[in-house]
């Protein structure tokens, strides 16, 4: 009997990792498609076995304690062929696979024991009668090779410490994203894609500590990505997000100090339902230190990406209007949203020299350009046309045009708002359309658009 090539162990056979893992299961690829049934299903047991020493070796270079454990108990058998132990480490390689190495999960593990167990009907056909005698088909087969290949040949051990520690040299790597899309991908192709519950659980726990532990200032330093880490993970994990975090933010935020409570103002920025889980003393501290910090605290400790809450909404605008323009103009350059927007273009539009007007359209206008309606480019423009210190500013286009790009996406809702703007400086300059100060860059954004 002869079985065809198929595609999907093909492909899946090229991401094995461990090379003589990949070799080994190659072995049950050929015997399975020139009809040695039986030869494939021993050749699939034997490529999971030497895979699970293959990745406890791993971890145990990588100092994960469990790891260490296994990998001496077996060099202790090979060393002394003590046939019984190794034996018992093969019965119980599953086991370990699940609860020690945590390399699968309870569900792979059930999955590995059905091959372990036909492996042993096809080894020990002296156990069974000849009317009895295990006949394997080729759907079994293929189906053993598969879930070998998908639960745990393909699969970077990526469990216990070691793990842990990769996330934070990841983290800390001038390589890791800065923006939310970027540590979207990043995160889920790297980390979630092919994690184990174990571990998903304990990065839950050390995304919501590390700003908040002494010696983790290098951590502190990337809490807004940290942040933007952990709401990913509650997106793709969303039980056992809820289920690790709901009662371990309760407790834990009990326990920080006023000095770096205010830390937590970007966590609950990035993913709300933090906020609720936070006990009622903590909300009450946390408005108290709102109420009561420096511009300094505020700038460094992000506390105004807590906007997206509505309870501290009005807490956040009242401290911010509380300052005068020149510390307005550091917050909401260091920390640009959605709620500084009016107040924003009010300020440029209070622009009193040509200078002035270039210097608050890259520190104000352009920081907060992301965040513009199709309203707010009415606004902003109009101020511009309101005001000769900022239309006849050499910069002005430059920034019209840097705010045109990070608004694109209301277009053409907005684009009457453009337009209007144009002709109007266009009927100031006598209806010549080439002169710097009829704006024609913008003319031929809109006309190309």
């Not at 933090?274 to 009450?284: A, N």
């Not at 323009?325 to 260091?334: H, M, T, V, W």
């Amino acid at each position: 009997m002869s079985i065809q090539a198929v595609t999907d162990i093909d492909v899946l056979a090229l991401a094995v990792r461990d090379r003589e893992s990949r070799r080994l299961v190659e072995e049950a690829i050929t015997a399975y498609r020139g009809g040695a049934l039986r030869s494939a299903i021993m050749s699939v047991w034997i490529a999971v076995v030497h895979d699970i020493f293959s990745k406890g070796r791993e971890l145990a270079g990588q100092g994960d304690a469990a790891s260490i454990a296994f990998v001496g108990k077996l060099d202790n058998a090979i060393e002394h062929k003590n046939i019984v132990q190794m034996q018992a480490l093969e019965r119980e390689l599953l086991d370990t696979a699940k609860d020690d190495l945590q390399l699968v999960t309870p569900h792979e593990h059930e999955t590995l024991r059905r091959i372990q167990e036909d492996r042993h009907l096809c080894a020990h056909p002296a156990f069974i009668t000849e009317d009895e005698l295990f006949q394997p088909s080729p759907d079994l087969v293929r189906s053993h090779i598969v879930h070998a290949l998908q639960c745990l040949l393909i699969h970077a051990p990526l469990q216990g410490k070691s793990a842990l520690n990769r996330f934070k040299a990841d983290v800390l790597s001038p390589s890791f994203p800065s923006t939310e899309e970027g540590i979207r991908t990043f995160v889920t192709a790297k980390y979630l894609n092919r994690s184990k519950d174990a571990l998903v659980a304990n990065l839950i726990k050390v995304l919501l500590k590390a700003p908040f532990l002494e010696g983790e200032e290098e951590l502190l330093k990337k809490k807004r990505q940290l942040a933007w880490t952990l709401s990913e993970v509650a997106a793709k994990k969303t039980g056992i997000f809820e289920g690790i975090a709901r009662p371990f933010v309760g407790q834990f935020f009990d326990g920080v100090d006023d000095g770096r409570l205010l830390n937590i103002c970007t966590y609950i920025g990035a993913e709300q339902q933090l906020w609720g889980w936070l006990t009622d003393p903590v909300k009450l501290r946390l408005v108290r230190l709102i109420e009561e910090c420096t511009i300094e605290d505020l700038k460094d400790h992000l506390v105004f990406d807590a906007f997206t809450i509505p309870e501290l909404a009005d807490t956040l605008l009242a401290k911010f209007t509380s300052f005068e323009a020149p510390d307005r103009i550091k917050l909401l350059s260091d920390n640009p949203c959605r709620e500084f927007v009016p107040f924003g273009i009010d300020i440029y539009a209070t622009a009193s020299s040509y200078s002035d007007a270039e210097r608050l359209g890259q520190t104000v206008v352009i920081p907060l350009a992301p965040h513009f309606g199709v309203d707010d480019i009415g606004h902003l423009l109009d101020a511009v046309l309101g005001n000769s210190q900022i239309s006849y500013a050499s910069g002005t286009a430059h920034v019209l045009l840097e705010v045109l790009k990070l608004t694109s996406a209301t277009l053409p809702a907005s684009r009457n708002h453009w337009q209007r703007f144009v002709d109007e400086m266009t009927a100031q300059h006598g209806g010549k359309t080439d002169t710097p100060y009829s704006y024609p860059s913008i003319r031929a954004k809109l006309d190309a658009a």
